[in-house]
């Protein structure tokens, strides 16, 4: 079992940064891929971002390329999201996830509660 505890959201200016952390518990999060994901109002959970069990590969959504960076430290059982230059778009619930690696919402077992990030001037 991994339970999986969210945590930097909150309200940022369009074009600022916030960065999210995901506590993980488990000894099996060094083998585990990562993931972050989203939910927007009225629509559907979305990638956002993965990182392989050793953080030596990453991949993003198209959307978030460039201005977000998933990265994690084993040693501290954490993964996390540093997004840059925010748009409203991003404004939504974002999770963290555990389990093989990929971009598909069926590649993880275990989810967050999620925390908001909310994008308003």
């Known amino acids: 079992q991994v339970q999986l505890v969210e945590s930097g959201g909150g309200l940022v200016q369009p074009g600022g940064s916030l960065r999210l952390s995901c506590a993980a518990s488990?000894?099996?999060?060094?083998?585990?891929?990562m993931g972050w994901f989203r939910q927007a109002p009225g629509k559907e959970r979305e990638f956002v971002a993965a990182?392989?069990?050793?953080?030596?590969?990453?991949n993003y959504a198209e959307s978030v390329k460039g201005r977000f960076t998933i990265s994690r430290d084993n040693a501290k059982n954490t993964v996390y999201l540093q997004m840059n230059s925010l748009k409203p778009e991003d404004m939504a619930v974002y999770y963290c996830?555990?389990?093989?690696?990929?971009?598909?919402?069926?590649?993880?077992?275990?989810w967050g509660q999620g925390t908001q990030v909310t994008v308003s001037s």
């Open positions: 488990g000894r099996t999060f060094s083998t585990s891929g």
């Open positions: 990182s392989s069990p050793s953080g030596s590969i990453t």
């Open positions: 996830a555990a389990g093989r690696w990929g971009i598909r919402f069926v590649d993880y077992d275990y």
